[in-house]
């Protein structure tokens, strides 16, 4: 059963700052508590709407922990692989347009 034990206070913050030093525009919708139900919403450099959300249990690489994070945008449709706090902002941010 997947499980999102691994979605604690100190990752969201990371993910918080890594947004924030990329100077994206961004919002969470306070689900910290019941992390199934947590999305980030940021707004890239070229007005995309990402919504990033944490990685179950079960798609955590045991070689890569801090892999935790995932990232989808509709237009154009893309859809990161399971990265870190830092790696999934940086391909937002980096996405060409």
Avoid at 10 to 15: I, M
Avoid at 61 to 86: D, F, G, K, N, Y
Wanted: aromatic share 6%; with cysteine; hydrophobic share 35%.
């Amino acid at each position: 059963m997947a499980t999102f034990a691994h979605i604690t206070r100190e990752r969201c913050d990371q993910l918080d700052r890594a947004l924030t030093a990329a100077d994206l525009s961004w919002k969470d919708n306070g689900r910290q508590d019941r992390p199934e139900f947590l999305t980030y919403t940021a707004t890239d450099a070229h007005g995309r709407e990402w919504s990033i959300s944490p990685a179950t249990s079960n798609q955590i690489s045991p070689s890569r922990p801090a892999s935790i994070w995932q990232a989808q945008c509709t237009e154009p449709m893309h859809r990161t692989p399971v990265l870190s706090a830092r790696a999934v902002v940086a391909r937002i941010r980096d996405l060409p347009a």
